[in-house]
């Protein structure tokens, strides 16, 4: 297992072998308790479970999605199975509690999703309760970019700041704002919703929340990956470099490689680019401006791109903001990288100890 730098959480996935099942059943027995951490994303499709000990070092994690978009009783009853695999009969009791990180819209306060976009069945649904039932210890849920934002500024890149925004640029758009180690969730914990601030006014496309013109629309994984799908289709010499990046198997590539092929010269791809960057850059300023912080944290699929993408954002940023605004400001990729959400979900259980 790799340990993250000075957190101690691990990160790594163990075989399932009979082997692995042996060495973690020894670190049960070496600790006081366990929390566990679920993520659910892609509206449901999405899903992972991981066991911690109180030091936040992942034993055992699970990640199984499905190739379909499970109705909410389907995506539970996976979850059910999966979470009795990561913690087993060895718990014996001791496990303390269970965060759930959520892709979507969640009233934190109250325990509930307030909706999963394109999936049924989850408006208004009671998970915090639901889960409690079912496991029997005490849950607690959030929004993942709230989860995976904590995660960063306790155990991450973040860590020492006062004021972090982060930005989850996956298939859909999350941010969230840390002050003083502490996630904002404002009135009615939809703080940080920046995926529907509006950067393009007339004829924008349609978001998936039924808006138009949002950044999520323009700006996340899959905008990028479609856009550049959609227009390649006229263009055989980026049809060809799709093809090339991804093996032949073109309907898998990824928004990283979309940058890749934009550093690369390819014209589309690096329009496309362009377009994230301009209207990614116009919503961070807008924020950098609101909230002042000391640092952003780009995570999610996107930025996998690292500097292909953090380089022109940055640029824009030093153009569109006040110096003042400007001065003290980091941008980096978030250090947690893809599993973040279930790093987060772990971090939102032990911070409820
Ligand atoms: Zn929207």
Known sequence: MSRLRASGVSTGIPNTGPASAQRVTDKLLATQGYVVGVEISGGGARQSVALANLDGEILH???????????????????????????????????????????????????????????????????????????????????????????????GVGRGERVVLYVGLGRGI?????VDGKVYHGVSCTAGEIGHMLVVQEGGPRCSCGGFGHLEAVASAQAIVNRLIGRSVNYPETEAAIRRITDGRAERITAAQVFQLAAEGDELARQGVEEVCTYLGIALANIVHLVNPSMIILGGSVAQAGDLLIGPLRERLQRLCLPAAFQDLRIVQGSLGTDANLVGAVTLALQDL
């Open 61 to 155: 994690q699970i990640r199984r999605p499905l190739e379909y978009l499970p109705d909410r009783n389907t995506a539970l009853e996976h979850l059910k199975v999966m979470l009795s695999e990561v913690t087993g009969s060895a718990l014996d009791g001791r496990l303390l509690r269970v965060g759930i990180a959520v892709g979507g819209l969640v009233d934190a306060r109250r325990g509930l999703v307030r909706t999963l976009h394109r999936a049924h069945g989850w408006d208004h649904f009671p998970l915090q309760d639901y889960f409690t039932e079912q496991v029997e210890v005490p849950c607690i849920i959030d929004n993942n970019a709230n989860a995976a934002a904590l995660a960063e500024c306790i155990y």
């Open 174 to 178: 999350g941010g969230a704002l840390v």
